[in-house]
């Protein structure tokens, strides 16, 4: 396989993790978030919050670039059960819960009012991305301490547990020791590959984050190797199985049914870039050229371009290189990350 190792990183480093600028930028508005709800609270006379919990892309560091700044932050906040009391001493519903978290945040700064959602309360800011929070409630069990999502009702959930699962799974197959790792690389990856069209309707980034870990080889490979296996491993997956369990619920599914769409569509897509990638393979005809034109058609990006040479191959400029029966596409509007992870 023609070595692209070297270009594939650089796309990583430059081009689909997200830059420290925008983390801090997110951070900082996840921070004046939360001080506008406890304001808001204490103005409104209301229970204050007893804990924030980071979830989702932002908490585990796979977020992935996006052009038009269209980030999800998944922030959850975390009452006592006892203090979410209506005014008659009842326990307050789901959606009285949801109310009295977006009343308190909006405070006039926002063009659009907090909006009140199923599992969420969402705040968008004009910089394009938006923070979910999940409003949770804590109690004593009998088996220690339960938390519920406040839903359509109030669900048994785990506010950490997904972030603490994906932890975990980055301790155990940690390969590298350059300040990062290869089980979080992959799933940007994979990332950016199901979103780099607009018209494939793929599942959600945390799907996604479980098929990697699922799939991921623990071989200390070449970076274009490694991900070239796990993309055929989940595509073999999926010919057989289009479940996907929940790694921390157990009992749940993050799919739907046993043949959701956006799962067929992934697999179907991995069938074609995996197609494409076996130009690689032929190392008498295929030059490094062609090799770096075929990364940039699965991922749809020009980004490879600069990394051509007088080879043959072909050079920035020279027209739609085809192989394996597919011309590269045009660049596309790049839209949508699925929700939680």
Same mark, same amino acid.
């Given at each position: 396989?023609?070595?692209?190792?070297?270009?594939?990183?650089?796309?990583h480093d430059n081009a689909v993790t997200l830059p420290k600028s925008d983390r801090d930028e997110m951070r900082q508005r996840r921070e004046s978030n939360r001080d506008r709800l406890h304001r808001g609270l204490e103005?409104?006379?209301?229970?204050?919050?007893?804990?924030?919990?980071?979830?989702?892309?932002?908490?585990?560091?796979?977020?992935?670039?996006?052009?038009?700044?269209?980030?999800?932050?998944?922030?959850?906040?975390?009452?006592?059960?006892?203090?979410?009391?209506?005014?008659?001493?009842?326990? !307050?519903?789901? =959606?009285?819960?949801?109310?009295?978290? +977006? #009343?308190?945040?909006?405070?006039?700064?926002?063009?659009? &009012?907090? /909006?009140?959602?199923?599992?969420?309360?969402?705040?968008?800011?004009?910089?394009?991305?938006?923070?979910?929070?999940?409003?949770?409630?804590?109690?004593?069990?009998?088996?220690?301490?339960?938390?519920?999502?406040?839903?359509?009702?109030?669900?048994?959930?785990?506010?950490?547990?997904?972030?603490?699962?994906?932890?975990?799974?980055?301790?155990?197959?940690?390969?590298?020791?350059?300040?990062?790792?290869?089980?979080?690389?992959?799933?940007?990856?994979?990332?950016?590959?199901?979103?780099?069209?607009?018209?494939?309707? !793929?599942?959600? =980034?945390?799907?996604?984050?479980?098929? +990697? #870990?699922?799939?991921?080889?623990?071989?200390?490979?070449? &970076?274009? /190797?490694?991900?070239?296996?796990?993309?055929?491993?989940?595509?073999?997956?999926?010919?057989?199985?289009?479940?996907?369990?929940?790694?921390?619920l157990h009992g749940e599914n993050l799919t739907k049914t046993s043949d959701d769409a956006d799962m067929r569509v992934l697999r179907d897509k991995l069938e074609w870039a995996l197609d494409e990638l076996k130009a690689?393979?032929?190392?008498?005809?295929?030059?490094?050229?062609?090799?770096?034109?075929?990364?940039?058609?699965?991922?749809?990006?020009?980004?490879?371009?600069?990394?051509?040479?007088?080879?043959?191959?072909?050079?920035?400029?020279?027209?739609?290189?085809?192989?394996?029966?597919?011309?590269?596409?045009?660049?596309?509007?790049?839209?949508?990350?699925?929700?939680?992870?």
């Amino acid at each position: 396989m023609i070595d692209c190792s070297k270009e594939l990183r650089k796309y990583h480093d430059n081009a689909v993790t997200l830059p420290k600028s925008d983390r801090d930028e997110m951070r900082q508005r996840r921070e004046s978030n939360r001080d506008r709800l406890h304001r808001g609270l204490e103005k409104n006379k209301k229970p204050p919050v007893r804990e924030h919990v980071a979830q989702g892309s932002y908490a585990m560091k796979t977020m992935v670039q996006h052009p038009d700044n269209d980030y999800d932050i998944d922030d959850g906040s975390l009452f006592w059960k006892e203090d979410l009391k209506g005014p008659k001493g009842g326990d !307050m519903t789901p =959606g009285d819960a949801k109310r009295m978290v +977006a #009343d308190a945040l909006n405070d006039g700064a926002f063009v659009q &009012e907090p /909006e009140v959602r199923t599992n969420c309360v969402r705040v968008v800011y004009k910089a394009g991305y938006h923070v979910d929070i999940p409003v949770y409630r804590q109690l004593k069990g009998e088996q220690g301490t339960v938390f519920e999502l406040a839903s359509t009702e109030w669900k048994h959930s785990n506010p950490r547990g997904v972030t603490e699962w994906f932890e975990s799974r980055v301790a155990a197959r940690k390969l590298v020791a350059d300040g990062d790792d290869q089980l979080r690389r992959v799933v940007r990856y994979l990332k950016a590959f199901a979103r780099s069209r607009a018209s494939w309707n !793929m599942p959600s =980034g945390f799907i996604l984050t479980v098929l +990697a #870990d699922e799939r991921l080889s623990s071989i200390d490979q070449r &970076e274009d /190797e490694l991900l070239r296996h796990t993309m055929r491993e989940v595509h073999q997956r999926l010919r057989f199985n289009l479940v996907v369990a929940h790694p921390v619920l157990h009992g749940e599914n993050l799919t739907k049914t046993s043949d959701d769409a956006d799962m067929r569509v992934l697999r179907d897509k991995l069938e074609w870039a995996l197609d494409e990638l076996k130009a690689l393979d032929d190392e008498k005809n295929c030059t490094k050229n062609k090799a770096l034109r075929v990364w940039g058609t699965i991922f749809n990006t020009d980004f490879f371009d600069q990394f051509y040479d007088d080879d043959g191959g072909g050079k920035k400029g020279v027209g739609p290189f085809v192989i394996g029966g597919t011309t590269n596409p045009p660049p596309v509007d790049k839209r949508g990350e699925g929700r939680y992870a």
